[in-house]
């Protein structure tokens, strides 16, 4: 498998912009910038590639730099990162990957940010009967040396309808539940950084497998998708 790899110009690149985030400057620098997506887009590519040796993969989405400043206090108009994500195939398979390219804050992530309102109550539903397997996937050794501890938002105190001492509220009460492993620049930069991206989403497929389960059947373990 052919691999990009970066070079500190894309850092630098991303530097400069933090410093200089206005159009007039970014016109100006347009060509230097399209030049570093490209690079950016190829390694995404690479890892593309390794996910499907594996999973089953939709689609990539390369986010584009431009803000939606209509709603934020901040209004400079554009992301001083480079962000990517792929999305699993079909209703049997949830969860999603993300990685984030930014000068001394980069990370790769996965899980489910954004649970529709029928998942999540399903997800609770299911750690309100039982949360043996689910803290068992999650606390495994070798998953935790990888991904670290599960993350995300959470409510202050229990859904509607939970009981707010139940002995799983720690997990009742997130509204998102993710996974994020920090990258240094040096990691980014590195010939190895696709095939090491690669090897820690293969190892939330634990994860991935149990939630696709528990999304894809009801409380008594029938399929919800026949």
């Not at 930014?102 to 997800?123: Q, T, Y």
């Not at 009981?163 to 040096?186: A, P, S, Y």
Request: aromatic share 12%.
């Amino acid at each position: 498998m052919a691999t990009e790899v970066l070079t500190k110009e894309v850092l630098n690149f991303l530097k400069q912009l933090e410093k200089n985030n206005n159009r007039a400057w970014f016109d100006e620098h347009k060509t230097i910038f399209k030049t570093h997506e490209s690079k950016v887009k190829d390694l995404y590519g690479s890892v593309l590639e390794g996910l499907r040796a594996t999973d089953e993969i939709e689609k990539l989405k390369v986010f584009r730099i431009y803000r939606d400043v209509r709603f934020s206090k901040d209004k400079t108009p554009y992301k001083i990162h480079f962000a990517g994500s792929f999305s699993r195939t079909g209703a049997k398979l949830r969860g999603g990957y993300y990685i984030r390219i930014k000068p001394g804050d980069s990370f790769i992530a996965a899980g489910f940010w954004d649970p529709n309102k029928e998942d999540l109550f399903r997800i609770r539903k299911e750690l309100e009967v039982d949360s043996e397997e689910f803290r068992g996937v999650i606390g495994e050794s070798s998953f935790k040396k990888v991904w670290g501890d599960i993350t995300g938002d959470e409510l202050k105190t229990a859904p509607k309808g939970f009981d707010k001492e139940h002995e799983n509220i720690d997990l009742i009460r997130k509204k998102q539940f993710i996974f994020v492993k920090k990258m240094t620049d040096k990691e980014v930069l590195s010939p190895n950084f696709v095939e090491e991206v690669t090897k820690s989403f293969v190892a939330i497929r634990p994860f991935f497998d149990l939630m696709s389960d528990i999304l894809t059947t009801d409380l008594n373990g029938t399929s919800l998708l026949d």
